[in-house]
């Protein structure tokens, strides 16, 4: 693989970066300003609109989207340094960018299996930045890592599929302008192939018998810019059998292809928080005195400092050598690279940030940096998308079969 970014991306690297430092960092702070006075903690605060008509005003929207016709049509390995550069402010680049989880992978099941009308009705908004959506899949009551455990039942009653369960942490459903939930559940429990029991379909969240009930926390945070994590019911909610995404049993394979890419995108928006960190804990470490000399003078600090930048350059070839794998030889050829980063990155970036939290001190765990919330965000991810040992069990099934 050629380590040089293309004339493509290094133009939108350059304009992506003037906008995070015109016109991102800046609103972080009027942001906060803004929310203190909502009517609700989960409405949108008015700089966030102002972010993203700018976006859309410099041709940086929907960069994630691989489709042209629907998306910048960037590769995965052209996008992935977009992606990092997001991470450094990930509560409000990914929005500005209409390019946010859980909206990029919904858009992306949509534009690859969505039919003309779902992709009319849903895609199109979403595209737009006009709506939100959430995707339903985690529920409390079982160990989600494994799918197939899911037990909410999509049944078949007519020209309808009636939708019944209980789901939480679903991503965005506490946002005001959610109109949309893909949701994943059964329907053939008693089907002999475990992986062709489960199917998605479209729930519009003012659908009867659905309730987003509670905005769940994640170490004490609600994540009001991306919508919150919700607990949502479904108690035989209905909606058209045309709502079906793909083929009743495809679920799992629909689910399946939603994460490769979107693995790719939280890898390297952690990689950018990553740097953030580094960049906080360099500040600090060039303007505090302890012990009658800076604390950029301690060896202790020096070892934080170099470690953090050698795991980050490690991490950043991974990452960019699985978007290329992707990019060359599909998501299959690059299932070892994709689980690997999967498992390396989220562990990696949480031992960053809690460098950089320990540096600052109180400071570090207050609402005053960022770390704290970057921190939250990071550790969440080693259980999101599958927790870390799903991965390890699924890489060394993998390397052992060679050997067998």
């Known amino acids: 693989m050629d380590f040089a970014f293309d004339a493509r991306t290094e133009e939108l690297r350059g304009k992506l970066l003037a906008f995070m430092d015109e016109h991102v960092y800046p609103a972080e702070a009027v942001a906060e300003e803004q929310r203190a006075l909502l009517a609700s903690p989960w409405d949108t605060p008015a700089v966030v609109e102002e972010l993203k008509a700018e976006a859309r005003r410099q041709g940086l929207w929907n960069l994630f989207l691989p489709d042209s016709e629907y998306g910048a049509g960037l590769t995965n390995l052209q996008y992935a340094p977009l992606a990092e550069i997001t991470g450094r402010s990930p509560q409000l680049a990914p929005t500005a960018l209409n390019c946010a989880a859980p909206d990029t992978g919904n858009m992306e099941v949509l534009s690859q299996f969505g039919d003309e009308q779902q992709k009319k009705q849903w895609l199109e908004p979403l595209l737009a930045g006009e709506i939100r959506s959430a995707f339903a899949m985690t529920e409390p009551e079982v160990a989600s890592s494994d799918a197939t455990n899911i ?21 965005g459903a506490m946002n005001p302008d959610c109109r949309i939930l893909i949701v994943m559940g059964k329907t053939d429990p008693d089907g002999d192939d475990i992986r062709r029991q489960q199917s998605m379909v479209l729930v519009p969240v003012d659908t009867p018998g659905v309730t987003v009930k509670r905005a769940m926390q994640v170490f004490g945070y609600e994540d009001h810019y991306h919508g919150g994590h919700a607990e949502v019911i479904f108690d035989h909610a209905r909606v058209p ?21 979107g693995r790719i995108h939280h890898c390297m928006r952690l990689i950018g928080m990553a740097e953030r960190a580094i960049e906080l804990m360099c500040r600090r470490a060039v303007s505090r005195t302890a012990f009658g000399k800076a604390l950029a003078q301690q060896g202790v600090v020096h070892n934080w400092i170099a470690d953090a930048r050698v795991t980050v350059e490690q991490l950043r070839l991974l990452v960019l050598k699985t978007a290329w794998l992707m990019d060359t030889v599909g998501n299959r050829g690059a299932h070892t690279e994709i689980q690997a980063i999967k498992i390396a990155t989220p562990r990696a970036v949480v031992d960053i940030i809690d460098r950089a939290i320990q540096l600052h001190g109180a400071g570090g765990v207050s609402q005053d940096f960022p770390l704290a919330e970057l921190y939250a965000g990071a550790r969440t991810l080693m259980i999101a998308d599958g927790p870390d040992e799903v991965h390890q069990r699924s890489l060394a099934r993998r390397e052992l079969k060679k050997y067998l």
Do not use: H, M
């Open 241 to 261: 059998v045309s709502n079906l995404i793909g083929e009743e049993g495809g679920g799992f394979a629909i689910a399946q292809a939603r994460l490769g890419p």
């Open 151 to 171: 037990t909410t039942y999509i049944e078949r009653d007519g020209d309808e599929y009636v939708v019944t369960g209980r789901k939480w942490y679903i991503s």
